[in-house]
């Protein structure tokens, strides 16, 4: 695969998720974890785009200290390319900090857009797709956004409405009008977007040049805008307390909202690579090895009617006896036993442990 | 509380049960855990009869292994005190030798046997049951089995028929004359004794004078006998290796088939003193604090959405959601999940490690 001239890949590793409580923690969010495969989630992310990118044209946002901890994981990464953002303020600011920062460079540069801790099994796809996106976007004034062909009706994910005519193909792929932005939906609604086929998941990556990016800003979300500015300011001069002002006053704000559910003209390239956000414990059961029982599992586990089960209990045996459906967590301080339906209550019990003072496990 | 003279306890401390696994292994065993209380449970059966005789006059019977923790978890028990069997040959076998060798001192010696990992929550009553047995025994022909008031319609204890006519009173407790051994019933059956009030549970535990036993012996099952003919000579002549040969020959047989079910005018001192043999984990469920949701447990418990669940992982954090009654044991190289009502599988996990080679577990 040939690298893509002008493309630039921004990995946005600032979030401090819960969900993977008690693997993860404060200190540890999920991107910096192997918990996918034996590499770091944003390890993963780093080696999946190089065939397309050197290093040098990949940058990440985190607040400082989590750039410590990607200069650690990423020691090929130049040390400049870690972008330090003065504290998160969701994605608008992240976004809006990483393409003044190409834009500085080179206003004609593509900014691929990627989040650290989502997986795609077919690589090679997302990079073909990758590819004619920057393609496309290099001769188009519109902002492109990548879907996903739906698998089943999730409520866990947002959706993207298109429309079948109207938009450009770019090297054989696709690309096609986006019509609307969905909340995600209930159940009913969820089976009513796979029937109609005329929607994607929201992958939450996108693609712009990043000159389109900030006439986007302009024509669309002035409110923004103002602070696109003043970040070019603040980056010129390299003044990092004028960085730490605009991050103190800029709204918190994802981009979706600030940009791309405003935006018009946005384009989206939608595939089949195996995308998943990884959202909680029991979105392991399918990607890690599983016994002829269907327990997936890291460490020995001697099932015994028991089916169905996620078990990260590495080091250890786990014994099961008539147990199904249930996420079985152990580290080193803590052991977490949940129902598979029920992992997105794990916030519940870090809600539990802050009331109760005990910090030590948050 | 008085010493009753003549009084010797034997602990029957030689069983190597699995249901505890894994916190019990083959080298520890149930009575030398701390399972039920912070003592291990042969500790427990010790001191809650330390008021009724000196430690003097308390034997335990155990195989030369467990003698040795024994000792060690005793330091009070004279060295002489725990019998020494060549081998596991179940439980006739030991009570034979133990009656044995208190016979040799004094053949109107009375023994009371007792097992060394049962709780007894009252154990006021059960030494008054007790202390009046021992009395009667002195008194009577008969051998006295200890008998427990049922509270639910069991079908994991064995049943004793009684008759309410034609026993004894003495110091204020009634004597029942035994009608019948029953083995574990079916439910509906256990309801019935329940309903006819005629039945107590079968605790496993006995008392008899020892020139008594000799004679049952004799008369009822004398093929057991011969045994205690011979053990009375290898005893006498401190013979290890004649004690040896009849371990190696005597059937291996429980004192209630080889004795209890076959002699005639045995006693039933039946009482409600809290009596449990704690059979298997879920038995801890009434035994260990619990908090609001009924949840009991050793270690720090979060708890969302959870209810009756036993948890045993001390020195960690356990934080359950959405789980119902299951079972969860943490030890340094294993951990345990398990439906309350599937702990008698727990052997079957045992199967199955000892199948594929990974004994260190067991």
Redesign the interface.
Known sequence: MKTVPGLTVVIMAGGSGTRFW?LSRKRSPKQFLPIASSRTMIEETFRRVRPLVPASRILTVANAAQSRTIRRLLPSLPAGNALVEPKGRNTAASLILATAHVYLRNPEAIVAVLASDHIITDAPLFLRKLAAAAEAAASTESLITFGVQPTYPSTGYGYIQFAREGGLTVSGEPFFPVLAFREKPTLATAAGFLQSGGYVWNSGMFLWRASVFARALERDSPEFFVFWRRMLEALKKRSASSLAKIFDEIPTLSIDYALMEKARGTLVCAGDFGWSDVGAWSALADLWPRDEQENARRG?V?A??SRGNVVH?PG????????DG?V?V?TK???????K???Q??K??LE??AK?G?TE?L
Do not use: E, F, M, S
Request: net charge negative; hydrophobic share 45%.
């Open positions: 008690p020995d001697c015994v009617d209990n250890k045996l786990t014994a099961l006896i008539g147990v249930i079985v152990q301080d803590a052991l977490l036993i949940c129902r339906d029920r992992d209550d794990v519940k019990v539990l442990l109760n005990k496990y």
